[in-house]
């Protein structure tokens, strides 16, 4: 009942905005720590590639941020090709996380929930189809 309670609660203004603004924020740190600790040593925890010994479309992610967030652009999308645009699409919807909270607001939430339409869903299939080739033909 009182777990029902703050699932209900955090899904309400602001605490969603502030619960995405953190978990946004966390997997990047967690990201960097987790290469800290690892000396830079990169080890798959994707289930698909474990199961399969065949990379997924998100596969090389993490790499292709560190090498992002180093500057290094072409490690970073032989590694994955979706995650600058991923890295735009999530400083952007931070930003706009940002300033719902500050004008209070719930925009960003409204937007995102609205259904995608059929003519952005087939280019997204096909980028992601793409980067999944790539995933494969670089071994990643």
């Not at 990169?42 to 180093?70: D, E, Q, Y």
């Not at 652009?73 to 909270?101: G, Q, R």
Request: charged share 15%; with cysteine; hydrophobic share 50%.
């Amino acid at each position: 009942m009182r777990f029902h309670s703050l699932v209900i609660k955090s899904r309400q203004y602001p605490f969603n905005t502030i619960i995405a603004i953190l978990a946004i924020m966390g997997g990047y740190l967690a990201l960097l720590f987790m290469d800290y600790n690892l000396h830079h040593e990169h080890i798959t925890s994707c289930p698909f590639k474990l199961l399969t010994s065949i990379p997924c479309p998100g596969c090389g992610m993490g790499r292709a941020t560190l090498a992002l967030l180093s500057g290094n652009i072409s490690e970073s999308l032989y590694y994955n090709i979706l995650c600058i645009p991923l890295s735009m699409v999530i400083a952007l919807s931070l930003c706009w996380l940002f300033y719902d909270l500050i004008r209070g607001r719930e925009t960003f939430f409204k937007t995102i929930r609205r259904p995608l339409k059929l003519k952005y869903k087939i280019p997204l299939f096909a980028v992601l189809l793409i980067t999944w080739i790539l995933n494969i033909a670089h071994k990643i």
